[in-house]
């Protein structure tokens, strides 16, 4: 094998001048549409597997139903669904692991996905989310390489442990993340156990046309719990589909699971200057400084009659809005805004918006122009096809829906964030941990990472440690048999 080093390139063969931080319009843009090897890599990676999704393949829902519960909400959105005291909104539930296939084990160490899809009286809003409020990445052209290392070795077909942490330990900005997840809550009691989050920011803007910036947090009714080691270790072998089983059989015997959903508002002026970049997924933002304010609940109900088509063919993306919910520059959301409705597209077809479970309340009155396609059956005898048109019968757009205008700056470039602090944050999360809680975490890092057969790629991770908390770094230092770097102390 030649020892000469090879530039990476586009399907096409031109060289890739940056992998790592996509094009935006200045540091704080919205992703570029130019960016043609993003929209590349984002496009392949969603077309990897056949036919189940590329991530959260494993997955259990409930139906539900949402009711607001604080008047106040109305004066910061507009949205229909959240503008009065006591409304309630039919909701769809998909809970799921991120890296196991169809049939892997519930009770891994993995975070699970938080899809809620609300049936508003003005469309589909789909709010797709966590149980943790980071993200292990906070630009999506690194999010196919991130995935590839949680599956499986092309070579070996084997999970690949070096692959994982060589990934980690180059990429600091999933310290935090990383830390959240080798915690207790790394592996959750149930679904119904968990907490769920919007983890992006998004903008919400009321019926004046104001902004501001809102982060989701949907609070277990239940209480949060976590899983032993051992016994999910246990589970893993003996009942793969604990999680899924157990959900389905608390809503059966009428043990209906609930969730409150608070939000922190920002006012839209303070991103400019908030101590953490507000748009970085990586990062929290303090509830000293923007306190939890309560919006409503969510209760599942219902279970589906039919697993297949109300829950592998359940499509959410996050580029489901309604009017007065809007994206923010965040660089993770605006990755998952083509890519999720693309998988889609591509994993169930192009009119997967038609299947019931996705089929908005309003169905009836929606009309656009787009037609044909595999399997669509309601293409109708409208012979206008095209827009604008003459006639006014025909479906228009309605300037009041615009969305809300958002100054953007700087050059056109592959830009990273300029917030380098990647430690302040995950070190702060391992202060705030108890003796014990301390302990099992070392432990589960020390487990995780003991496989990897590379003291570089150790070493490199143990840094990282130490730069969050010196006693971090120096725990799993010695948990691993090595010592932190002499250039880091």
């Known amino acids: 094998m030649s020892n000469e080093k090879k530039r990476m390139t586009t ?11 996509s ?30 999704r590329v991530v959260h393949a494993k997955g259990a829902g409930a139906h539900g139903v949402f009711e607001v519960t604080n008047d106040e909400i109305s004066k910061y959105t507009k949205a229909d669904f959240l503008n009065e005291k006591g409304k309630q909104t039919p909701m769809f539930i998909r809970f799921s692991t991120v890296a196991g ?30 149980n943790t409020p980071i993200f292990f990445i906070r630009d999506a052209i690194k999010f196919p390489d991130f995935i590839h290392t949680q599956k499986r070795n092309p070579r ?5 442990k070096n692959a994982v942490w060589d990934f980690w330990s180059y990429s600091p900005e999933s310290l935090h993340q990383v830390t959240y997840l080798h915690g207790d809550r790394g592996i959750p009691a149930t679904f119904r156990h968990m907490n769920g989050y919007g983890s992006h920011t998004f903008k919400w803007v009321n019926h004046n046309g104001e902004p501001v910036w809102v982060k989701y947090h949907f609070i277990s009714d239940q209480g949060v719990k976590g899983l032993d080691v051992d016994l999910a270790d246990e589970l893993a072998g003996k009942n793969p ?14 043990d209906h699971p609930s969730w409150t959903l608070y939000v922190q508002i920002m006012p839209y002026d303070d991103a400019k200057d908030y101590k953490w970049d507000p748009f970085d997924v990586t990062k929290i933002w303090s509830h000293a400084d923007y306190p939890l304010i309560e919006v409503g ?12 088509t109300e829950v592998e063919q359940a499509a959410l993306s996050p580029a489901n809005l309604v009017p007065g919910i809007e994206a923010s520059p965040d660089k993770m959301l605006q990755g998952r805004l083509f890519s999720y409705s693309d998988t889609q597209r591509y994993r169930i077809g192009a009119n997967h918006q038609q299947l019931p479970i996705n089929r908005p309340l309003n169905d009836a009155n929606t009309s656009n122009y787009q037609f044909d396609g595999p399997m669509r059956y309601d ?15 025909a479906p228009k757009e309605d300037p009041e829906t615009k969305i809300n205008p958002f100054e953007i700056y700087g050059n056109a470039d592959s ?17 705030l941990m108890s003796t014990d809680e301390k302990d099992r975490l070392i432990q589960n890092v020390v487990d995780h990472m003991m496989k990897v057969d590379y003291d570089d790629i150790k070493l490199r991770q143990i840094e990282h440690f130490y730069k969050a908390d010196p006693e971090y770094g120096e725990r799993v230092a010695e948990g691993l048999g090595l010592k932190v770097p002499e250039n880091v102390r």
């Open 241 to 254: 589909d604990y999680h899924t089983e157990d959900l389905y059989n608390a809503i059966e015997k009428g």
């Open 101 to 130: 296939e169809l049939g892997s084990a519930d009770t891994v160490r993995d975070p699970r996905g938080f899809a809620v899809k609300f049936y508003t009286q003005e469309g589909n809003y789909d709010l797709v989310g966590n």
């Open 415 to 431: 830009v990273a964030y300029s917030q380098k602090d990647h430690y302040t944050q995950a070190g702060d999360l391992y202060r």
């Open 156 to 160: 070996t077909h084997l999970k690949d």
């Open 379 to 393: 293409n109708g005898s409208r012979s206008v096809h095209y827009e604008p048109n003459r006639y006014e019968t």
């Open 297 to 308: 609940r969510m209760t599942l109900d219902r279970n589906p009659e039919n697993y297949f």
């Open 11 to 21: 399907a096409s063969g031109a060289p890739v001048g940056d992998n790592q931080n």
């Open 23 to 52: 094009i935006t319009a200045g540091e704080r843009g919205p992703t570029l549409i130019q960016d043609v090897h993003f929209l590349e890599k984002m496009a392949h990676f969603d077309r990897e597997r056949v036919p189940e």
